[in-house]
């Protein structure tokens, strides 16, 4: 899937279209892999209620693209874009709780399961602020359990997220329609 994911992150660089949200961008996204990969049986914001049955206890309610293939194998894409100004805290924290969410559905026989985040704030990756901040800042992320002490305190009802893995990637540049600096990354979990 990350390949897949790859190839539309080409086509964008080559045919960009304007970037304003994170909706937008999931539906784009959908748009591309509906027409690329009509073999695949793509759905946006899928409940996680009809993904399994008996529900077991998992990070997220739903999940951002639900892929099947091949009538079998199914595929979890996760995103995340911060709006303009608001990226924040909570943003980053809400990465962490979807690689717990991928992490838990890869336990549940999943094919492939990918993250994928883009921002054009550039206070996250130039971030000189510890805490969760510190995962994401620099040329590349490097992201792993949060602890307590890494949380803002209005996160603390969510809590520390623990993790299995520790999951790298480097960020990458591409720019949107309107000529707009963004970075992304892809993490696949394994």
């Known amino acids: 899937m990350k390949e897949i994911i790859q190839h539309f992150f080409k086509y964008f660089s080559q045919s960009p279209f304007e970037l304003y949200n994170e ?3 999931r539906h784009e996204l959908g748009i591309f892999l509906k027409k690329y990969y009509p ?3 793509v759905k946006l914001d899928y409940p996680v209620s009809r993904m399994f049955n008996p529900i077991p206890k998992l990070a997220n309610k739903e999940a951002d693209i639900f892929i ?27 990465v962490i709780q979807d690689l717990k969410f991928l992490e838990q559905l890869k336990g549940q026989e999943y094919e492939t399961c990918t993250e994928v985040f883009i921002t054009k704030r550039k206070n996250i990756w ?14 590349s992320v490097n992201l ?3 602890t307590k002490d890494e949380i803002q305190p209005f996160l603390i ?3 520390p997220i623990e993790l299995s893995g520790t999951y790298k990637a480097k960020w990458e540049v591409i720019h949107d329609a309107k000529g707009d ?8 979990v394994k």
Request: hydrophobic residues 35%.
């Open 23 to 25: 909706s937008g961008f």
């Open 39 to 41: 073999e695949l049986n």
């Open 68 to 94: 099947i293939e091949s009538g079998v194998q199914k595929h979890v894409i996760e995103l995340k874009m911060p709006k303009d100004e608001n990226a924040s805290h909570v943003d980053l924290y809400r």
């Open 126 to 139: 130039e971030s000189i602020n510890g805490g969760i901040y510190k995962l994401f800042a620099g040329d």
């Open 144 to 146: 792993r359990s949060v």
């Open 157 to 159: 009802h969510g809590g």
């Open 181 to 188: 600096e963004y970075r992304y990354f892809l993490i696949s």
